[in-house]
């Protein structure tokens, strides 16, 4: 069974659910993966501005933005559902951090484009759409952690390569 589209009227109480209710389900998501929350929710206001009714012009659904492909990789039935569109992303998001070695770019970058995009590029691809995403989530996600903070053992922190690349690691 694939993943549902349902139209955004057919939300429910899930469309009238409160910011507080929506952090608590990246929190509670996030943690559960191995994520740190913070991250999540810097992918959720790039990818929704919170919104889970959102659809994008490229058939991207609710608060962490899945295509249908994605949705029903990871057995989301209603994408509109908030509970089930960030269980959808965040595993998402887990396995492409797993997937690239912690290297959170090029995982940002294949959450947006794909992994097929990001493989061929041999890393993040050149695109300004996609470097532009992954800039955006990630000052996002690094003003919300500053400099001194720590998440504790799921940190990722950022450091320098010695061939130049910047790699962040939970490592």
Known sequence: ??????????LGASKRASQTQLEGIV???????????????????VESSWNPAAISPKDAMGLMQ??????ERFDVQNVFNPAENVEGGVRYLAELLSRYHGDLSQALAAYY??????????????????????EQVTRLYQASVGQAQEFGP??????????????????
């Open 66 to 71: 899945l295509i249908p492909a994605t949705a």
């Open 113 to 134: 484009s794909g992994e097929r995009t990001v493989d061929h590029a041999g890393g993040v691809p050149a695109e300004q759409d996609i470097r532009a995403y992954v």
């Open 27 to 45: 929190e509670e998501t996030s943690r559960r993966y191995g994520l740190d929350p913070r991250l999540v929710r810097a992918v959720v206001r």
């Open 1 to 10: 069974m694939g993943a549902r589209r349902a139209s955004p009227g057919s």
């Open 154 to 171: 799921l940190a990722i922190r950022r450091f320098v390569a010695s061939d130049g690349r910047v790699v962040y690691t939970n490592q």
